[in-house]
């Protein structure tokens, strides 16, 4: 039930945007998207729960696709802040959280 | 702004020998989650608790742990005997009813010799 994150990595340099995936063979019945910097505990970014849902948090916005199987979160004009390892995550019903593979986001100057 | 805090911030302990991580959940907040995070690895959940009772546990969460909540404001996590693999960061977190954005606490490294 885990879900699946695209890419594992990416690189961009300052002001490149990048889309990270989060897929699940399952409908999901929510997704949160959080980011953890190195050494440090994660935070959370946003949370999605209607399918066809999209939401945005500065130049860091997010969509759930219709099935709830998909869902993005799309980084626009990278800062050098955004660097760090996006989870997405759901939690079901009984308050079980499942954290996403993970996608490392590295952005040079 | 009320945060989560958990102590220590680091445990070294010997195989073998229990150890009780300590978490302080945001006041008003009524679910509490553990986490473990081994080094350069994923975000595993451990357990959730509501109600002063479990309310999930995963695989990982096997007979070696157990939880509490034993004064209304800590919330601990105790490994009765420590194996290496259990080495790894600790997270504790916590939420209000009315939201599922999940506050995470710092961490404790735990480390296993």
Same mark, same amino acid.
């Given at each position: ?49 209607? #399918?066809?849902?999209?939401? @945005?948090? %500065?130049?860091?916005?997010?969509? +759930? ?5 998909? !869902? ?11 660097? #760090?390892?996006?989870?997405? @995550?759901? %939690?079901?019903?009984?308050?079980? +959280? ?5 996608? !490392? ?5 | ?104 606490g710092p961490g404790t490294r735990l480390t296993v010799t």
């Amino acid at each position: 039930q885990q879900p699946v994150q695209s890419p594992q990595a990416v690189i961009l340099r300052e002001g490149e945007d990048a889309v990270i995936n989060c897929s699940s063979s399952k409908a999901l019945y929510s997704v949160h998207w959080y980011r953890q910097k190195h050494g440090e505990a994660p935070v959370f970014l946003m949370i999605l729960l209607k #399918g066809g849902e999209q939401k @945005g948090h %500065e130049k860091i916005s997010a969509s +759930f696709n219709e099935k709830k199987q998909q !869902s993005s979160l799309y980084l626009t004009a990278s800062q050098l802040s955004y660097s #760090g390892t996006y989870f997405c @995550g759901t %939690e079901n019903t009984g308050n079980q +959280f499942y954290f996403g593979t993970g996608t !490392s986001l590295t952005v040079i100057p | 702004e009320p945060e989560v805090t958990q102590t220590p911030s680091h445990q070294v302990t010997q195989m073998g020998q229990e150890v009780i991580l300590r978490c302080v959940p945001i006041s008003n907040h009524l679910y509490f989650y553990w986490y473990r995070q081994i080094l350069g690895q994923k975000v595993e959940f451990l357990v959730s608790f509501y109600n002063n009772e479990i309310s999930e546990k995963s695989e990982i969460f096997d007979d070696q742990f157990s939880v509490e909540r034993p004064d209304g404001s800590n919330f601990t996590l105790k490994i009765r005997s420590t194996k290496l693999e259990d080495s790894a960061m600790y997270f504790c977190a916590s939420r209000t009813g009315a939201s599922y954005e999940q506050y995470f606490g710092p961490g404790t490294r735990l480390t296993v010799t």
